[in-house]
């Protein structure tokens, strides 16, 4: 075989691979990625509460402590001032239970075993798993992105 040929099957079974790499990037970040949407988009960080699309999904009450107080007694673990946007830390269960998971082989998503997401009361938030743009974009550039280009400097390198 040709030398082109050789890069040429290299390559080939090099782009075959990128789905396996890029996951296992994701998977070696999970901590970072979860953490970075826990506190920039959903929690009690600089973009609280956000769905997908960036909209505040709800704030709470006057009730929210005296609600906690009622079912737990005393304050909640988290601040749940009246009119702050939701940060989704009632008992810690769902941010305790976040995963990130691949539902194919060119994605992935989050979610979470608390049982309270599977509620119908939690449907009224939409789609709270999902990325904002934002978040996304700061995710690949930062998380992704630096360590796919390592190795794929790396593969690359063992075909030439």
């Known amino acids: 075989m040709s ?15 990128l789905p396996v790499i890029a ?17 920039y988009q959903i929690g009690s960080g600089i973009k609280k509460g956000l769905r997908k699309d960036g909209i505040i999904i709800g704030v709470y009450s006057q009730e929210t402590e ?8 005393g304050l909640p673990p988290y601040s749940k001032d009246f009119r702050d946007p939701y940060n989704f830390e009632w008992t810690g269960d769902f941010f305790r239970g976040m995963f990130i998971f691949f539902p ?3 994605s992935y998503e989050i979610s979470s075993t608390d049982k309270k997401i599977h509620k119908a009361s939690w449907k ?7 990325l904002t743009d934002k978040s996304r974009e700061f995710v690949e550039k930062n998380f992704i992105a630096p360590m796919f280009a390592e190795v794929m400097n790396t593969r690359l390198s063992a075909i030439i």
Do not use: C, H, P, S
Request: no cysteine; hydrophobic share 35%.
């Open 124 to 130: 009224r938030y939409g789609d709270l798993f999902t």
């Open 3 to 17: 030398i082109i040929g050789d890069y040429r099957l290299g390559i080939k079974k090099l782009r075959g691979q």
């Open 104 to 106: 194919d082989k060119f």
């Open 23 to 39: 996951r296992d990037i994701v998977k070696k970040n999970k901590r970072d990625i979860l953490e970075y949407y826990q506190v």
């Open 66 to 73: 005296e609600t906690w107080f009622a079912e737990w007694g």
